[in-house]
């Protein structure tokens, strides 16, 4: 039985691992994202005021 379990968990175990990777990833790639848009519209917003 407890050999049975390991094997269980290490056959589902790598397929929830990405899972967990991707969706976890696509969060931070997603705030860094933000995090460059609010940059970018920051310097852009201070471009415009010195042109006009």
Do not use: A, C, S, W
């Not at 968990?9 to 969060?27: A, D, S």
């Amino acid at each position: 039985m407890v050999k049975n379990q390991g094997n269980i968990k290490t056959r589902i175990g790598p397929l929830i691992h990405p899972v967990l990777k991707t969706y976890m990833g696509q969060i931070y790639l997603f705030f860094i994202e933000v995090e460059i848009d609010y940059f970018f519209l920051n310097t852009f917003n201070k471009f415009i005021v010195k042109l006009n």
